[in-house]
C-alpha cells in the first residue's frame, strides 16, 4: 500500500499570507488489544474554545530527524515507548489564522511500554492535554463530533483519512 500523501487547504479561516513552515511528527499508536490512543486538548485561545481529539506529536527539533522526533514526543505526551511500524504517509495543511503551513509526517506505531509523561507546561496550562485509549469506532466518533468548530473541522480533515488509512494497514498486517 502506498504512503498517504495528502494537501489540505484552510477552509475556515481567509489566507492574508503563509510566514512559516513547520515540520511536524504525528502518529497512530495502538496497543496489543486494538486499542488507539490520541490526546484530548482543551483549548481556549486564538481558534476559539473546545474540546478536541487529536493524534500525539509536535514540531521536530533542530537536529532531530523525524524518528527520533517521534519517539520524544510519544515519550511526552503519552507516556508511551513505542516500536515504529511505518510512515502512512504526510498530509500538508495550513493554519491561516497564525500564518503557518505544516508540514505532518505520520506513523503507525505499537505500545512497547508506557513511563512517565513529560508535558509542558503550556500543555498542562493552556491545553490541559489528557490520554485517550479508544477503539477506532469510537475515535472516528469523536473526529466526527468536533466539526462543529472551525478549529475541529481542520483537524479531523487532516486526521481522519489518516486514521482510516492506519485502520487498512492493521487489517493487512
Given at each position: 500500500?502506498s504512503?498517504?500523501?495528502l494537501e489540505?487547504?484552510?477552509?475556515?479561516?481567509?489566507r492574508?499570507y503563509?510566514?512559516?513552515?513547520r515540520?511536524i511528527?504525528?502518529?497512530i499508536v495502538v496497543d496489543d488489544?486494538?486499542?488507539?490512543?490520541?490526546v484530548?486538548?482543551q483549548?481556549?485561545d486564538?481558534?476559539?474554545k473546545?474540546t478536541?481529539?487529536?493524534?500525539?506529536?509536535?514540531?521536530v527539533?533542530?537536529?532531530?530527524d523525524?524518528?527520533?522526533?517521534?519517539k520524544?514526543?510519544?515519550r511526552e505526551e503519552?507516556?508511551?515507548?513505542?516500536?515504529i511500524?511505518c510512515?502512512i504517509?504526510?498530509?500538508?495543511?495550513?493554519?491561516?489564522?497564525?500564518h503557518?503551513?505544516?508540514?505532518n509526517?505520520?506513523y503507525?506505531?505499537?505500545i512497547?511500554s508506557?513511563?512517565?509523561?513529560?508535558?509542558t507546561?503550556?500543555e498542562?496550562?493552556?491545553?490541559?492535554l489528557?490520554?485517550?485509549?479508544l477503539?477506532y469506532?469510537?475515535?472516528?466518533?469523536?473526529?466526527?463530533?468536533?466539526t462543529?468548530?472551525?478549529?475541529g473541522?481542520?483537524?479531523?480533515?487532516?486526521?481522519?483519512?489518516?486514521?482510516?488509512r492506519a485502520?487498512?494497514l492493521?487489517?493487512?498486517?
Amino acid at each position: 500500500m502506498s504512503e498517504l500523501n495528502l494537501e489540505l487547504q484552510d477552509t475556515q479561516w481567509p489566507r492574508t499570507y503563509i510566514d512559516h513552515d513547520r515540520q511536524i511528527v504525528r502518529a497512530i499508536v495502538v496497543d496489543d488489544q486494538q486499542k488507539y490512543y490520541f490526546v484530548k486538548v482543551q483549548r481556549d485561545d486564538d481558534f476559539g474554545k473546545g474540546t478536541f481529539i487529536e493524534t500525539s506529536g509536535g514540531g521536530v527539533e533542530a537536529g532531530e530527524d523525524l524518528t527520533t522526533a517521534l519517539k520524544r514526543e510519544l515519550r511526552e505526551e503519552l507516556g508511551a515507548n513505542v516500536d515504529i511500524i511505518c510512515k502512512i504517509g504526510t498530509v500538508s495543511d495550513y493554519y491561516n489564522l497564525i500564518h503557518r503551513h505544516n508540514i505532518n509526517n505520520y506513523y503507525l506505531c505499537k505500545i512497547s511500554s508506557f513511563g512517565q509523561k513529560n508535558l509542558t507546561q503550556a500543555e498542562i496550562e493552556d491545553f490541559h492535554l489528557s490520554t485517550l485509549k479508544l477503539t477506532y469506532e469510537q475515535a472516528v466518533d469523536a473526529y466526527e463530533k468536533q466539526t462543529n468548530t472551525k478549529l475541529g473541522q481542520l483537524i479531523t480533515n487532516r486526521e481522519l483519512p489518516v486514521l482510516k488509512r492506519a485502520r487498512k494497514l492493521l487489517l493487512h498486517k
